[in-house]
């Protein structure tokens, strides 16, 4: 588990294809040829590393927020805690570099992430629907919209945090999800 935590916090900084065997052995203290002998390839290591990724997202995002009522208190839960998982990764978010560096290209690792990224579209769905049968959407939401407007938001936040470093970016982030969630009730 060490080995992975190691590769995804180079991943954040580099990207995913910054990480190779070699590179996660020096960083790690550990043989090159012990790693090769575990991943057998640097697209192997890519896939673990992104598999590692959505079980500490799921660990961290996800199921503390389904603890929460659902409507408003879960989707802002939801929200709130993907943006502290993102502060914790050194580079920002490994699933919005790797979507952008693996959007046009084949392959086992697209195909990984390709999955990753719609359970997480189906998760935002389902957010919705649940804040449908409790009451808190009216219940015409269009669900897929919603999911596509919440991922876009913190998409934004990412760019506005990250790249931009801007200070109002908070409290933007805010007035956007009220604003999300109100055209929703």
Known sequence: MAILEAGLDMAS???LEGVSIG??????????????????????LQIEILEYAARVFAENVIVPALDN????????????NWIEWTSQLTGGCIFVSASADYSDR?????????????DWIDCLRR??????????FRKDADCEQFAFDLYSLLLGFHL????LDDSETKKRQEQALNQLVANYQ
């Open 13 to 15: 900084q580099l990207g």
């Open 23 to 44: 590179s996660l052995a020096k960083a790690t203290s550990m043989s090159k040829s012990g790693l090769f002998a575990h991943f057998q390839s640097k697209e192997n």
């Open 69 to 80: 009522k659902p409507g408003v208190p879960r989707i802002k839960a939801l929200v709130n």
């Open 106 to 118: 084949p392959g086992r690792v697209r195909e990984c992430l390709l999955r990753q990224q719609n």
């Open 127 to 136: 957010i919705a629907q649940s804040a449908i049968k409790a009451g808190a």
């Open 160 to 163: 506005y945090d990250k790249l």
